[in-house]
């Protein structure tokens, strides 16, 4: 008998960045790392299987947009078969896959974590094991989506999700993202991230890839010890609402992911001069005007303005005046942050 479930699940934004693998092919991070989701940048998938009948091999469909895309399934029959040992059943069915996205896929938006959130939650949910009300359905989604995309099992958690072993908070894992139940000051709920699209294109070098070249990177072992820094640093300004502090740790954060590819070998510059442009615009405005905000980057040269969301009005009169000639056809995406994947 065919079943079928459909979960959206929003992007995310790292605040503190996962770059680097423990060993390749693990997809156990070399560090730990935080993001907020964001709410309006989703991704939806329709998940369909049928069982396998008269010995026929299973298969695999996907779809992006009601257009079959064969060049995504290397990626997500590598992803099924990672999560098979702990859903036997996965081997038995055939799967066809329908996905979309209200974001451009593959500008350096996470497009990768808010898919593969969503085909984790639909799994999980096909299993039946779990009912949603129970923490170990949203562990299990967090799991099988970092077995898709590293960043992706931050993408299940309305709290900010927090990835990797972390000295400071014991119960964090390599194996899941958690949410983050500590406290968070006001001046640090509520902000927003406006996504300026820098440029709306496929990246030159896939993340996969740019994680790969930390195994032989120079400078891999002190980027490993900066990012523990940033994350206690991070967490201390989510309690006292340190806004200077967080947005120090952000900015720097960014700018040490590129660096990192800068530094790799081969080295390669994701940034482009209107990422650079835009950078400055924001600085600019911010001593300006004092409104909290910041930059932060992914592996891609777009740039997400975080803002404290009481300042909304201003900051889209600051985007439409002066970061809108910065922008690929004039287009950038806002979202709020927070927010977890939803049943349809
Ligand atoms: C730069 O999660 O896309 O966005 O695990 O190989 O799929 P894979 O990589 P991916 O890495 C993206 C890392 C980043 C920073 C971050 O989100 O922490």
């Known amino acids: 008998m065919n079943k079928e479930v459909k979960y959206s699940c ?4 790292a605040l503190v960045k996962y770059w680097g693998k423990k060993e390749s092919g693990t997809q156990l991070p070399a560090n730990p790392s935080i993001s907020w989701t964001l709410n309006d940048l989703r991704a939806t998938t329709r998940m369909v299987v049928s069982p396998v009948v008269n010995g026929e091999s299973p298969t695999v469909k996907f779809y992006l947009a009601n257009i079959e895309k064969p060049s995504f399934l290397p ?5 099924l078969k990672r999560v098979t040992p702990e859903l036997g ?7 066809e896959i329908y996905s979309e996205n209200n974001f451009p896929h593959g ?10 959130g969503a085909l984790a939650s639909c799994l999980v949910a096909l299993d039946g094991q779990w009912e949603e009300s129970d923490p170990v359905f949203w562990e299990k989604a967090s799991k099988f989506a970092r077995l898709g995309s590293g960043s992706a099992c931050r993408s299940v958690y309305n709290e900010p999700g927090l990835w990797g072993e972390f000295e400071e908070v014991l119960e964090s894992t390599d194996d899941f993202a958690i949410p983050y139940s500590g ?3 006001p001046n640090l709920q509520g902000w927003k991230d406006a996504v300026l699209i820098i440029e709306d294109g496929e990246k030159s070098v896939s993340s996969t890839a740019g994680h790969a070249l930390l195994k032989e990177h120079a400078y ?3 980027r490993y010890k900066q990012a523990h820094k940033s994350l206690s640093a991070l ?3 989510f309690k006292t609402g340190d806004v200077q502090q967080f947005i120090e740790i952000v900015e720097s954060e960014a700018l040490q992911l590129h660096a990192m590819m800068m530094s790799s070998i081969p080295y390669y510059v994701l940034m482009k001069p209107n ?3 835009a950078i400055e615009k924001i600085w600019k405005h911010r001593n300006e005007t004092l409104i909290p905000m910041c930059f932060t980057l992914d592996a891609g040269a777009n740039v997400h303005l975080l803002y404290d969301g009481s300042y909304h009005e201003q900051i889209q009169n600051f985007i439409n005046t002066e970061l809108l000639p910065y922008c690929q056809n004039g287009l950038y995406l806002c979202s709020d942050t927070g927010g977890k994947p939803t049943k349809l």
């Open 275 to 277: 990422t650079l442009e």
């Open 89 to 95: 059943w996965i081997s038995e069915h055939h799967f």
């Open 235 to 237: 967490l201390s300004s």
């Open 183 to 185: 406290s968070i000051h």
């Open 220 to 222: 891999a072992e002190a």
């Open 107 to 116: 500008a350096g938006i996470a497009s990768s974590a808010a898919g593969f």
């Open 10 to 13: 929003p992007s995310n934004i």
């Open 75 to 79: 990626k997500i029959e590598t992803f």
